[in-house]
């Protein structure tokens, strides 16, 4: 089976990310992909199930994971740790399916070195004017937060130019579809399809 | 304007590359893409209109344009010529406009040797024995004839690991999304986005 290809999907709050991973994954009920777990130190948010959104997992704990170099990439932010573990995404690359894992500019960075072949894709809002509109409507957070949020946005956004693919979030369905459509032409790397349709090609090549 | 993207879409005859290219246009008609018009020395067959099929020219004038270099690659094929031409292709790419070559491995490998940046796709057919139906379908010529044909699609498919992408035609719509993928994705790539969306990253990066 040819395996499974690791994307990298950054975007600063406010982009749409967690919308378009979650209609790709819709789209495709397959067992073709699937969002990397995380592990992470902070306390769930209502409606966050452990292994599901991350395995959360206590301080010293995460520090003993750091000490085994047991993560791919793993940093801390706001005091709590978030990390990726190596041995999770290798069985599922193995197995033959896609990961996104969802992570911002410095894990991107990391994943990077460590694995050359890892796809990274940098969705960018359509506008300053709508990603302000989308940090606000999130209607719980005062106008110190939001611009706090509206700095952390733009660190990210200066990123954007390390990222193999760029994806504008102006029209949701065609910023699917451009996601979608870089997956899947991954998968069609000729390595890959050579191994996928080695029978095929055996076929096709056998003399008479 | 970002540049366009230069794609090879070689298959042996009876894989469908036609009909494939055909109907992605039709699903494109905003003028994003089209096909390389070549030159060729040989008879018109019915229906086929001179500068929309090929450049219909005498094989002096072929063989002037080959001392002029002009020609980004060409064959001479059953003892007629055939030939990009190499400005109208950089005239088309630099408008912005994708233009797919429709070539063989020989010309591809002569592309790929001057342009390294070509996206190479070989189309393959589903198995051997619908390749050999397809080749028959045709119902106008000898057995013979076929038998030379399947052994043509044979040499063919057997330089299908020389090219960048496969794509399998077993199931017609989904070969076509997956050219179309193809193509949606060289549009993602980040140097070439950076150019499209300019004003868009630094109106998103301007300090307040």
Redesign the interface.
Known sequence: MASGNLFILAAPSGAGKSSLIKALLERHQDRSMQVSVSHTTRQPRPGEQDAVHYHFVAKSEFEQLIKQDAFFEWAEVFGNYYGTSKQAIADTLERGIDVFLDIDWQGARQVKALMPQTITV?I?????AE?LRRLQSRGQDSEAVIADRMNKA?AE??H??E??????NDDFDRAL??I???V??QR???PK??IR?AD??A????E?
């Open positions: 940098f960018a809002p359509p506008s300053r990603l733009r956004i200066s954007y130019n990222f193999d693919y760029v994806v504008v579809g451009e979608e459509a870089l899947i032409s069609l790397q000729q399809q050579a349709h095929l090609f076929e096709l090549l056998k008479d």
